[in-house]
């Protein structure tokens, strides 16, 4: 495993520090053997086990609130974020002042090389709530030296009328978002997108800008440059890396940070070169709150060009090709259902972009099922539309599917993470 000596100098200190005082590392690191005298260079990272999500909800349940993770004093923490994925139960996230500054110093990494300037007057439609999209993606917003509003979700129509009023030129949100203000603008307002004046747009909190066509449809309705600006999640740091001017794959600005691995589905360490494939694992180097080693992120990566900084820290450009937790073999090939993206977009508007696939229970699949929005009742009409998608998918991925139809608009958003597979296919009508 290829680390450099300022990381393993990070990275030791780090482990050192929560053997001390992380009863779960101390804990972990006790049964594996490790002791404080094997903190030295060259220690072997490869020994940790893999740490996920379900061992850090566990722990918590186990020891509420915070659970034995916690590396501080409860009276030292300064912030409180929870996540916001699909499970049921929040990961909640303790922060210090020197976390949270952390945070900031990805976060303004990335916006600069999205193209945030001194002159940009930028509305931020993210909600100040528990999860750090909002508020931890904005402050460092207030540090770049540009003008920004504070305004959230909620009340479309005067955030339109805010941004004429303030002649407001640039927007931080989801890039689904930007489907409600165009509808707005034409059915409330009259006007034409474009007349809003905004002419880029920081996007990040879900993956939609990577579908096939939705950066060039939000581009066109509104007259804009479209960056996706933020790929992060909330219980490793808000911002881990976006797109710059090329807007040829993620940058990663968490250099210094974390220290990142790419894994093979073995799980074996495979290095962060050019053209390679896997999971991204992640360990913190200065958290102190929560310290995190060999964290799975279930985020499976191609790496685009990778290279040494002057730093010795790597630097590297990736795109996310699915996720290790969807990953479906049919007929001993790995399916993604993430791959279906580029099919289904071709036949809006008469489907949704929102789509599920539904999780085989186990055995040989020979059918797929993906669950489909329309605004067509059963009929003719929607059964030669079912044909022809079902036609394209064979012929293109070579697996058949069968699709259950739902009303538009029923499946509903996917949340900060895209995620396309369900496991309960009984609230679902044919």
Known sequence: M????????????????????SPFWRNRFSELGITQSDFVPGFDLGKLPFLSKADLLQDQRNAPPFGNLLAIEPKD??????????????????LTESDIADTYVASIRAFTAAGMKSGDRVVHCLNFNMWSGGVTDYLPIEQMGVTAVPFGVG????????????????????????????DR???????????????????????????????EEIEQAFGMTAVDANYGMSEVTSIIAGEDSQRDGLVYHAHGILHAELIDGQGRSI????GKKGELVFSTLRRQGQPLFRYRTNDLAEILSAREGEDGLVRFRFRIVGRSDEMLVIKGVNFFPQSLLSILNKFEPEIGREFRVVRPAGGKVEVLTIVLE????????????GASITARISALLQIRVQILWQPSGSLGQTGNKTRFLVDDVSKFAR
């Open 155 to 182: 009340n479309t129509t005067l955030l339109l009328q805010t941004i004429q009023a303030l002649q407001i030129n640039a927007i931080s949100s989801t890039p689904s978002y930007m489907f409600a203000l165009r």
């Open 271 to 274: 290095g962060i070169e050019s």
């Open 374 to 385: 329309t605004q067509f009742p059963e009929g003719i009409r929607r059964d030669e539309l």
């Open 185 to 215: 603008c034409v059915s409330e307002l009259g006007i034409n997108p474009t007349e809003l004046g905004l002419r880029r747009g920081y996007f990040g909190g879900e993956g939609m800008l990577q579908v096939p066509g939705v950066r």
């Open 77 to 94: 923490i300064r912030r409180i974020h929870k996540t916001s994925g699909t499970s049921a139960t929040p990961f909640f996230i303790a």
């Open 2 to 21: 290829i680390i450099n000596r300022e990381e393993e100098s990070l990275l030791l200190a780090a482990m050192r520090r929560a053997s001390i005082l």
